[in-house]
């Protein structure tokens, strides 16, 4: 394993179990709502304070852009950490939530880790060097036809300015596809898309933090990500499509007609 990616998995485990101790008592946790449907807890804080100090113990002069606390230091190397991405979930005692971090070297994903303390599922990826889901090998799935396909994504829950376009994607999606899913934590989505779980992913309006990991976890998984034209920006703009090469393609077809200049570009 690399060294970065071994600091990061020792992060990410550190954050999981103070998670995990809190899961017990969610009764007492102070909560704090930042906006519509938008909720950071305590544990959210101390597991990103926990996470940032392993990461800049062990390499001082990096950059972190976190979640809760912004962005911090100047460098080529910047960590880019979810410290709870599923906070809703957790909250209300529903078991779909992750640590997500990733490492960006001069723009470039490097490094990748979400980290599932419920199921103790560690995913890693290096740039490279493939992606992995605890020792096992990952690759998206073979599915060719958007029919037979599972898909996963995420509602519109905090800004709905998007949500009609997102309605009529979503209506032809329904029609379209096998089966569509929405557990409501990004990372780990993208993360059983790499595992082939999924056979594709889309959404809007998602942040660096949540998709940073697992855009690299399904590109080493052989799989394609792109804004919902297929280009890059999707870490800037938020709006992301996903899925094994086939299937990503249909996915752009079908979603093509019903972009509005909001989901287009960055």
Known sequence: MHPMLTIAVKAARRAGNLI??????????????????????????????????????????????AEESGAQGESEYVWIIDPLDGTTNFLHG????????????????????????????????????????NDHRLRVSKRKELADCLIGTGFPYTKFENLDAYMN?????????????RPGSASLDLAYTAAGRYDGFFETGL???????GCLLITEAGGLVGDLQGNDGYLKSGHLCAGNPKVFAQMLQLIAPHLTPNLIGA
């Open 94 to 133: 529903y078991q779909q939530y992750a640590v997500s971090i990733a490492l960006q070297h001069k723009g470039v994903l490097t490094q990748a880790v979400i980290y599932d303390p419920t199921k103790n599922d560690l995913f890693t990826a290096t740039r490279g060097r493939g992606a992995y889901l």
């Open 20 to 65: 995990h101790r809190a899961a017990d008592n969610l009764d007492h946790l102070t909560v704090t709502k930042k906006s519509h449907s938008d909720y950071v807890s305590e544990v959210d804080r101390a597991a990103e304070q926990a996470i940032i100090k392993t990461l800049l113990d062990a390499f001082p002069t990096h950059a972190i852009l």
């Open 207 to 213: 942040k660096p933090w949540d998709i940073a990991a």
């Open 169 to 181: 994607i979503l209506r032809d999606m329904m029609q379209k596809t096998s089966g569509l899913r």
